[in-house]
């Protein structure tokens, strides 16, 4: 069964700093997607970045940028110029090109220190 | 923008009454989706749907049901609450992004 993991349920970052928040997953299939949602606190979860796992440019959204290793199974999300803003909840997400369901990691609490 | 939206942002329910959560979005999307979110859990999909009448179990389905009478609106119930549903609730639609719902906090008591 496909399975994600965060391994650091919490960091922080110092604002204007740069942050990487670390994700792998195990699956068998050589096509997917890959996703990094964001939860800021009583807020909705929206979507940060999506890779696609046939292409093999890193997918880039203004200050957030995926490393993708997909041999190694690894997704790691990038936060330049950190703001107070980007403090939140960070999940890592799998799914499959052809199958519904997406299977989300537990999440990482990201603090920013002014 | 889609828009995803959740009947009730806060919720508080008395142990063996039945709840109906409902989720709506504007998008037109086959696939709907709710899940619950725990701390250290992550979200765990407990129903999805991929077109009107349609659903399938997701991996906790346990004391929950659906129904999906029209496309845009997709409820999930719980037949008689108990305290360990306790939880956040979120509603997600889409195929290949899935766009959530501001969540419903559920309490029962």
């Known amino acids: 069964a496909q399975t994600v993991t965060q391994s650091q349920p919490e960091m922080s970052v110092q604002e204007a700093e740069t942050v990487t928040l670390s994700c792998t997953y195990d699956?068998?299939?050589?096509?997917?997607?890959l996703f990094w949602y964001k939860q800021p606190p009583s807020r909705q979860m929206i979507l940060v970045i999506r890779?696609?796992?046939?292409?093999?440019q890193n997918a880039t959204e203004n200050r957030f940028s995926v490393n993708f290793q997909k041999a190694a199974k690894s997704f790691s999300l990038k936060i330049s110029d950190s703001q107070l803003g980007d403090a939140a909840m960070y999940f890592c997400?799998?799914?499959?090109?052809?199958?519904?369901?997406?299977?989300f990691g537990p999440g990482t609490s990201l603090s920013v220190i002014p | 923008d889609v828009k995803v939206t959740q009947s009730s942002r806060y919720l508080v329910k008395r142990t063996g009454e039945k709840v109906f959560l409902e989720c709506v979005q504007d998008?037109?999307?086959?696939?709907m989706f709710w899940y619950r979110q725990d701390p250290g859990l992550g979200l765990r999909l407990i129903y999805f749907?991929?077109?009107?009448?349609?659903?399938e179990k997701g991996d906790i389905p346990e004391g929950y049901s659906v129904s999906r009478e029209k496309k845009e609106r997709f409820s999930l119930i719980l037949e008689s609450a108990s305290t360990n549903q306790t939880s956040m609730y979120l509603c997600?639609?889409?195929?290949?992004?899935?766009?959530f719902g501001p969540g419903t906090r559920l309490t029962v008591l």
């Open positions: 890779q696609e796992a046939y292409k093999q």
């Open positions: 699956t068998s299939e050589s096509d997917y997607y």
């Open positions: 997600a639609s889409g195929w290949d992004t899935q766009y």
């Open positions: 998008m037109d999307h086959e696939n």
């Open positions: 749907s991929y077109d009107v009448k349609m659903k």
């Open positions: 997400a799998y799914r499959e090109t052809s199958y519904d369901k997406v299977i």
